[in-house]
């Protein structure tokens, strides 16, 4: 059963993945395309490129994600707590697309796992070591602190970017944000494809720990190109959904803005991925980053209710995805003594 359980992990990575790009695609391209800065085709093009070049780097940095992340049972147990885990967040991760709604598939992956090693341990399995500090590390404190940063970074930045362009008339302004924003957009879906693909690699390496395929010293290239292909596949496919939430549903908002929030964003993610090593949900940062740009106006431009609805979503994703995978890993527990 052992090579049976290591490819359902691979495929339910996979379709993780695909999703992911499939979702999150918005927060590249959303507010490029709002403002007018790139077309919708260009955009989701630009998005899938970098995506791809940023998730087939880091891989090497995988390596690291998954020694520092969470540590599964040998075998079996081990396998079944990922599939559990994967399933719960690609379950929410359609629910929350179809509801428009902008979530973090790390913070589902990593509420998944949680809810998994516990139902393990309640059927005589094994525990999932290190689940405590990813919760507090990888949910709690980026869920609390990487949108705070976000949205008051761009709100004070707003400040001096009118400042700058005060004398300047404004249709040169907006065609200048447009042409720095596209850049911006290239960036947001680099440090996008950084933080995403850390995460999808470093769960196919522990796939693999578990199933006595590796011992972590190295990360095979088969687990980088299929992690850059499915969330490049998934980028192109493009869920428009929550590009309309963030773009347009969210908050108003003009050239100049949109290039604030996003510079500030691939910045945060950027350093995040390579200078901190943190992990940074690219939806909370966007998201956030979007709504204090936007908010920096003279008159009220945000949909509170809206914003409401998005924040108690978020508090949600790790409690629903752990509750799920608690569920199916019950179910899955018996075919491991088989």
């Given at each position: 059963?052992t090579?049976?359980?290591?490819?359902?992990?691979v495929?339910?990575t996979?379709?993780?993945?695909?999703l992911?790009?499939f979702?999150d695609?918005?927060?590249?391209?959303?507010?490029?395309?709002?403002?007018?800065?790139?077309?919708?085709?260009?955009?989701?093009?630009?998005?899938a490129?970098?995506?791809?070049?940023?998730?087939?780097?880091?891989?090497?940095?995988?390596?690291?994600?998954?020694?520092?992340?969470?540590?599964?049972p040998q075998?079996?147990?081990?396998?079944?707590?990922?599939?559990?885990?994967?399933?719960?967040?690609?379950?929410w991760g359609?629910?929350?697309?179809?509801?428009?709604?902008?979530?973090?598939?790390?913070?589902?992956?990593?509420?998944?796992?949680?809810?998994?090693?516990?139902?393990?341990?309640?059927?005589?399995?094994?525990?999932?070591s290190?689940?405590?500090?990813?919760?507090?590390?990888?949910?709690?404190?980026?869920?609390?602190?990487?949108?705070?940063?976000?949205?008051?970074?761009a709100?004070?930045?707003?400040?001096?970017?009118?400042?700058?362009?005060?004398?300047?008339?404004p249709?040169?302004?907006?065609s200048?944000?447009r042409?720095?924003q596209?850049?911006?957009?290239?960036?947001?879906a680099?440090?996008?494809?950084?933080?995403?693909?850390?995460?999808?690699?470093a769960?196919?390496?522990?796939?693999?720990?578990?199933?006595?395929?590796?011992?972590?010293?190295?990360?095979?290239?088969?687990?980088?190109?299929?992690?850059?292909?499915?969330?490049?596949?998934?980028?192109?496919?493009?869920?428009?959904?929550?590009?309309?939430?963030?773009?347009?549903?969210l908050t108003?908002i003009d050239?100049?803005?949109?290039?604030?929030?996003?510079?500030?964003?691939?910045?945060?993610?950027?350093?995040?991925?390579?200078?901190?090593?943190?992990?940074?949900?690219?939806?909370?940062?966007?998201?956030?980053?979007?709504?204090?740009?936007?908010?920096n106006?003279?008159f009220?431009?945000?949909?509170?209710?809206?914003?409401?609805?998005i924040l108690?979503?978020?508090?949600?994703?790790?409690?629903?995805t752990?509750?799920?995978?608690?569920?199916?890993?019950?179910s899955?527990?018996?075919?491991?003594?088989?």
């Amino acid at each position: 059963m052992t090579m049976f359980f290591f490819a359902v992990v691979v495929a339910a990575t996979a379709g993780f993945t695909f999703l992911n790009g499939f979702r999150d695609a918005s927060a590249s391209v959303a507010l490029a395309v709002r403002t007018r800065a790139l077309t919708p085709t260009v955009a989701v093009l630009l998005a899938a490129l970098f995506n791809f070049a940023g998730a087939a780097l880091s891989a090497a940095m995988a390596l690291e994600v998954s020694r520092s992340w969470v540590s599964l049972p040998q075998g079996d147990n081990g396998l079944t707590i990922l599939i559990a885990g994967l399933i719960s967040a690609v379950l929410w991760g359609i629910y929350t697309w179809w509801r428009g709604l902008p979530s973090s598939s790390t913070h589902a992956l990593v509420g998944g796992l949680a809810g998994a090693g516990l139902a393990s341990v309640l059927v005589g399995g094994n525990a999932v070591s290190g689940v405590d500090d990813s919760l507090l590390f990888q949910v709690v404190l980026p869920l609390v602190l990487s949108p705070v940063i976000a949205f008051v970074g761009a709100y004070l930045l707003v400040w001096p970017a009118t400042w700058a362009a005060r004398y300047t008339p404004p249709s040169v302004v907006n065609s200048r944000s447009r042409r720095t924003q596209a850049i911006a957009a290239g960036a947001v879906a680099f440090g996008h494809g950084l933080q995403d693909g850390q995460r999808a690699s470093a769960v196919l390496l522990l796939a693999l720990l578990a199933s006595g395929l590796s011992d972590g010293g190295a990360m095979p290239a088969w687990v980088a190109l299929l992690t850059a292909t499915m969330l490049t596949a998934g980028t192109l496919a493009g869920g428009w959904r929550i590009s309309y939430t963030i773009g347009y549903k969210l908050t108003r908002i003009d050239p100049l803005r949109g290039f604030v929030a996003q510079l500030y964003s691939s910045v945060i993610l950027l350093l995040g991925a390579i200078g901190l090593h943190w992990p940074v949900s690219t939806t909370h940062t966007v998201t956030a980053a979007v709504l204090g740009a936007g908010s920096n106006q003279g008159f009220p431009v945000s949909n509170r209710r809206l914003v409401l609805r998005i924040l108690a979503f978020w508090v949600l994703t790790p409690v629903v995805t752990a509750a799920a995978a608690f569920v199916l890993e019950l179910s899955l527990s018996p075919l491991t003594d088989l």
